[in-house]
């Protein structure tokens, strides 16, 4: 199977690209290099710099026909999408739908969205949060993936399609200099001997899902039954709190964070439910969070050598 993935030299999306071709399929991959790391690209997959919003991605459709597409390419802060809505909305937005015509226009069969659980639900009403709690987005970045899955569904009528709405992803290759990615940025800061800052009061929580478990769900994604959504997730709270005190463990790290105000956007309490993903792809999370976390950090220790 041909596969092409936007997004594919960036954290998660290179991950994906690793898994795809080990399961033995043919990979293409699309960046623009603003946050992805060209290093990151396996050597074996075809590169394309280019950008989503760009009408010259049409010349890449014209020469690879993916079979597949498979969207991790993103503005993925919501920080960022505060201060910045217009560039949130032409990134998710405009440019889901330059995809999304793309792959109607040259035949492809299928589109795997990756997607947000912890920015559509808004503030949950109960935990863990499942997908049919009310789509109630507090920041743009929440609005904007919303929207591009609203349009997946439209275009769905000739395109088979998979969403994915993922947890708090961690583990090697996060970016540790931008506004999300909490385990990243702790990691760096700790391991260069400088001071986290934690937003809030640090008993908020998060549900943190380890990177190679998600390139294994979007593995599965590719043969699943068409026109569903899943929460890609463990289900488990962990408080800001205690990820600091486990990174602060793993990285020798003995002092104390910095707090600040909570940032804007973001929930205070999340964690959601994986059962779905269970059911449709055959997927639960198998990474423990102490052993994604250790293995996170020997990566950025193996970094800094």
Known sequence: MKILVTGGAGFIGSHVVDAY?????????????SSGRREFVHPKARFYQEDIRASDLRSVFERERPDVVNHQAAQTSVSVSVSHPRLDAEVNVLGTLNLLALCVEFGATRLIFASTGGAIYGEPERLPVGESHPERPISPYGISKLAGEIYLRYFGRGLEWAVLRYANVYGPRQDPHGEAGVVAIFTQTMLSGRTPTIFGDGKQTRDFVYVGDVASANVRALGAPSGRIANIATGVETTVNDLFGQLADLCGF?????????????????????????????????????????????WFRTRET
Do not use: F, M
């Open 21 to 33: 071709l080990a399961a033995g399929h043919e990979v293409i991959v699309v960046d623009n290099l």
């Open 254 to 298: 003995r002092g104390t964070a910095t707090y600040a105000p909570p940032r804007p956007g973001d929930v205070y309490r999340i964690a959601l439910s994986a059962s779905r993903a269970k059911e449709w792809l055959g997927w639960t999370a198998t990474i423990p969070l102490a052993q994604g976390l250790a293995r996170t950090v020997e």
